[in-house]
């Protein structure tokens, strides 16, 4: 029977309610020092024994009593005697009973019968490690509810302790379910999901200090969903199930923990991550995460975490915030805390932001991400240009060296983000593909340091000048050219309706996959279409949009569009043909701030590198024959 939500329920709210319900218990266990680090302490430890636990030389040199040298002085030199005054010590060396003091071997002067001359007096203690000087025994070393580093490790052998008692790594159970999903390694059929989200699940546990397990894949069964749930209650401390959470017809996790034991919360009011299930069986906690890759990983650091940390004893961990101006407007629906990730640059003196892909789905907006912005269930959004408050995934310093690129996809930008990240590993070059027209605007406005365009002016006959001319008429810009590639038709392998002519896709009523509003590749259609007297409404699928060359085909691998306009690396990572059509100039258009920073300087070096040119026109349809120049 289909499971609807039970309630729509704040966040902190549904936290509040959880965290009351459940409780992790503390075990104890005894570790050796030498493997316990990032553990957490579970009572205060003493030392045992004193380090060092003698008085020691702190300077190679000569081990004398202090009063012996009183009056030494450049005009008073002072001859000490091997047998009455001194003996020679090393670092670390016992000082000799009677001995009070040092003198490091760069300020004796060595005479003949090994005597040696002083030209000022010595200090009692002085260059001496006391008895005591780092770890004094029956002193604290680390109080309890500590998160063990390497130099605690280092005090606590010091200290005389070899073993140290410790909160036992709460158990976790990962039970991934869905028939349609498969191990990552195993052979992938239509319809099947590889299971790589309880790999990501589990290593979040670890690095929270969980010990996880995951459990082998269970099908959309309720029995065997119950019972795969039961089975883990007997060796864990918590249970998470990840998928079928939500309302479908198979979603079956709800009604397994409720016939085991209570479900406190079933969908919470954010996006991603709404439908979480939140519940206890056999007075331990079970999770229900949804199936969807970031809703999982969101739902897990809210809910999961928490519970953990405070297993543990320790606090929760709070990101950096940072003030940024939003590149684009963001959108949200009233009632509903949203999270949005966040790509961030350092643009003309400004932290500037830009929202990735927001599905719950798209596990490379985490990879890419730079940071949250999280939108209030009470508001509607943000717009452009308007300064808000992000968490940050990355040091404040990183985002200083990072290029934003905006506009029109290729990959010729992942060629260049990684020689970027070859030559200097601090920088990083993040893009957004928001379509040739959006990147200039970007450019122009401030809002990215560069965009990659191709927009071809039919009336002129040229790329990107015309646009940019007509948009920022007064702005100092430069455009440069990357390379020439070939547009074409990306068509099943074989090419099975004979594409040749773009009449072909209306006559023969082909479903067509196009690119964004804005893109050069869809103006470069809409120009094709006039010249053969065909309008939209003639091209079914005209109104499907894609974003990136890569997922235009995609959708014909797939089999849910049988022809995109594309280019020809993107045909060939699918195995797919490709019909050339025509030639285009695809260039960079760079701000004036960044064409004259040392970060251009560097994109250029690249750009006009003979093996960067080699690297590019592997791929094939490129031509780097005015790589770096100068259009305007």
Same mark, same amino acid.
């Given at each position: 029977?289909?499971?609807?939500?039970?309630?729509?329920?704040?966040?902190?709210?549904?936290?509040?309610?959880?965290?009351?319900?459940?409780?992790?218990?503390?075990?104890?266990?005894?570790?050796?020092?030498?493997?316990?680090?990032?553990?957490? @302490?579970?009572?205060?430890?003493?030392?045992?024994?004193?380090?060092?636990?003698?008085?020691?030389?702190?300077?190679?040199?000569?081990?004398?009593?202090?009063?012996?040298?009183?009056?030494?002085?450049?005009?008073?030199?002072?001859?000490?005697?091997?047998?009455?005054?001194?003996?020679?010590?090393?670092?670390?060396?016992?000082?000799?009973?009677?001995?009070?003091?040092?003198?490091?071997?760069?300020?004796?002067?060595?005479?003949?019968?090994?005597?040696?001359?002083?030209?000022?007096?010595?200090?009692?203690?002085?260059?001496? *490690?006391? /008895?005591?000087?780092?770890?004094?025994?029956?002193?604290?070393?680390?109080?309890?509810?500590?998160?063990? *580093?390497?130099?605690?490790? #280092?005090?606590?052998?010091?200290?005389?302790?070899?073993?140290?008692?410790?909160?036992? $790594?709460?158990?976790?159970?990962?039970?991934?379910?869905?028939?349609?999903?498969?191990?990552?390694?195993?052979?992938?059929?239509?319809?099947?999901?590889?299971?790589?989200?309880?790999?990501?699940?589990?290593?979040?546990?670890?690095?929270?200090?969980?010990?996880?397990?995951?459990?082998?894949?269970?099908?959309?069964?309720?029995?065997?969903?119950?019972?795969?749930?039961?089975?883990?209650?007997?060796?864990?401390?918590?249970?998470?199930?990840?998928?079928?959470?939500?309302?479908?017809? $198979?979603?079956?996790?709800?009604?397994?923990?409720?016939?085991?034991?209570?479900?406190?919360?079933?969908?919470?009011?954010?996006?991603?991550?709404?439908? @979480?299930?939140?519940?206890?069986?056999?007075?331990?906690?079970?999770?229900?995460?949804?199936?969807?890759?970031?809703?999982?990983?969101?739902?897990?650091?809210?809910?999961? =975490?928490?519970?953990?940390?405070?297993?543990?004893?320790?606090?929760?961990?709070?990101?950096?915030?940072?003030?940024?101006?939003?590149?684009?407007?963001?959108?949200?629906?009233?009632?509903?805390?949203?999270?949005?990730?966040?790509?961030?640059?350092?643009?003309?003196?400004?932290?500037?932001?830009?929202?990735?892909?927001? #599905?719950?789905?798209?596990?490379?907006?985490?990879?890419?991400?730079?940071?949250?912005?999280?939108?209030?269930?009470? %508001?509607?959004?943000?717009?452009?240009?308007?300064?808000?408050?992000?968490?940050?995934?990355?040091?404040?310093?990183?985002?200083?060296?990072?290029?934003?690129?905006?506009?029109?996809?290729?990959?010729?930008?992942?060629?260049?983000?990684?020689?970027?990240?070859?030559?200097?590993?601090?920088?990083? %070059?993040?893009?957004?593909?928001?379509?040739?027209?959006?990147?200039?605007?970007?450019?122009?406005?401030?809002?990215?340091?560069?965009?990659?365009?191709?927009?071809?002016?039919?009336?002129?006959?040229?790329?990107?000048?015309?646009?940019?001319? $007509?948009?920022?008429?007064?702005?100092?810009?430069?455009?440069?050219?990357?390379? !020439? *590639?070939?547009?074409?038709?990306?068509?099943?392998?074989?090419?099975?309706?004979?594409?040749?002519?773009?009449?072909?896709?209306?006559?023969?009523?082909?479903?067509?996959?196009?690119?964004?509003?804005?893109?050069?590749?869809?103006?470069?259609?809409?120009?094709?279409?006039?010249?053969?007297?065909?309008?939209?409404?003639?091209?079914?699928?005209?109104?499907?949009?894609?974003?990136?060359?890569?997922?235009?085909?995609?959708?014909?691998?797939?089999?849910?569009?049988?022809?995109?306009?594309?280019?020809?690396?993107?045909?060939?990572?699918?195995?797919?043909?490709?019909?050339?059509? /025509?030639?285009? *100039?695809?260039?960079?258009? %760079?701000?004036?701030?960044? !064409?004259?920073?040392?970060?251009?300087?560097?994109?250029?070096?690249?750009?006009?590198?003979?093996?960067?040119?080699? =690297?590019?026109?592997?791929?094939?349809?490129?031509?780097?024959?005015?790589?770096?120049?100068?259009?305007?």
């Amino acid at each position: 029977m289909r499971k609807i939500y039970l309630s729509n329920t704040p966040r902190q709210e549904a936290l509040e309610k959880f965290l009351s319900g459940v409780e992790i218990p503390r075990r104890i266990e005894t570790e050796a020092v030498a493997k316990s680090l990032g553990r957490v @302490t579970a009572e205060p430890v003493f030392a045992r024994l004193s380090m060092p636990g003698y008085h020691a030389a702190a300077m190679d040199g000569i081990a004398i009593r202090a009063e012996k040298t009183f009056g030494a002085s450049d005009q008073n030199p002072l001859v000490l005697d091997p047998v009455e005054d001194y003996c020679n010590i090393n670092t670390g060396g016992v000082l000799p009973a009677g001995f009070d003091a040092v003198i490091k071997i760069e300020e004796l002067q060595f005479l003949e019968d090994n005597r040696v001359e002083i030209l000022a007096p010595a200090t009692p203690w002085q260059h001496v *490690r006391a /008895v005591g000087e780092d770890v004094v025994a029956g002193e604290l070393i680390v109080p309890a509810r500590h998160r063990l *580093r390497p130099p605690d490790l #280092g005090a606590l052998l010091a200290g005389g302790i070899t073993t140290v008692r410790l909160l036992a $790594k709460p158990k976790a159970a990962i039970i991934p379910s869905g028939s349609e999903i498969v191990d990552p390694g195993g052979e992938r059929g239509k319809g099947s999901v590889p299971d790589f989200n309880s790999t990501v699940i589990a290593a979040y546990l670890q690095e929270w200090g969980a010990e996880p397990s995951i459990h082998s894949i269970v099908p959309d069964d309720p029995d065997q969903i119950k019972e795969a749930i039961s089975a883990a209650l007997e060796i864990s401390d918590l249970v998470i199930i990840n998928a079928g959470s939500s309302a479908g017809e $198979k979603d079956y996790t709800c009604t397994a923990i409720e016939d085991l034991g209570e479900v406190f919360i079933h969908g919470v009011a954010t996006r991603p991550g709404k439908p @979480t299930i939140l519940g206890q069986a056999r007075n331990k906690p079970v999770i229900g995460l949804p199936g969807y890759p970031v809703s999982a990983y969101l739902s897990l650091e809210w809910f999961v =975490q928490p519970l953990i940390f405070r297993c543990l004893g320790l606090p929760l961990p709070q990101r950096d915030k940072l003030p940024v101006i939003l590149g684009r407007r963001v959108v949200s629906e009233i009632g509903v805390e949203e999270f949005v990730r966040m790509t961030v640059g350092f643009v003309d003196g400004r932290y500037i932001a830009n929202p990735l892909t927001r #599905g719950a789905g798209i596990t490379m907006s985490l990879v890419r991400a730079d940071g949250l912005l999280v939108i209030p269930a009470n %508001l509607l959004g943000f717009e452009q240009d308007e300064t808000v408050e992000i968490e940050l995934y990355r040091p404040q310093s990183q985002l200083r060296c990072n290029l934003l690129a905006a506009g029109s996809h290729d990959l010729i930008i992942d060629l260049l983000a990684t020689a970027i990240k070859e030559r200097n590993p601090q920088m990083n %070059l993040s893009s957004t593909h928001l379509g040739s027209m959006s990147g200039i605007t970007a450019v122009g406005r401030g809002q990215t340091h560069l965009a990659g365009v191709h927009l071809f002016d039919p009336e002129t006959k040229e790329y990107n000048r015309p646009y940019i001319r $007509k948009l920022f008429p007064h702005k100092k810009l430069h455009l440069v050219n990357l390379t !020439y *590639r070939m547009q074409g038709w990306i068509v099943p392998a074989g090419n099975p309706d004979g594409i040749k002519m773009i009449g072909q896709l209306a006559d023969l009523k082909l479903s067509f996959i196009n690119r964004q509003k804005g893109a050069g590749t869809r103006l470069l259609f809409d120009h094709l279409l006039r010249e053969a007297g065909l309008s939209p409404d003639q091209i079914y699928g005209y109104a499907r949009e894609e974003y990136t060359h890569l997922n235009v085909a995609a959708a014909v691998a797939a089999g849910t569009a049988q022809v995109g306009l594309g280019i020809l690396p993107a045909a060939r990572a699918f195995d797919l043909d490709f019909i050339p059509l /025509v030639e285009e *100039r695809y260039d960079l258009l %760079l701000s004036d701030s960044f !064409y004259n920073s040392p970060a251009a300087k560097l994109l250029l070096e690249i750009i006009t590198d003979p093996t960067f040119h080699r =690297q590019v026109e592997a791929m094939g349809g490129y031509s780097m024959r005015d790589a770096g120049q100068i259009i305007e």
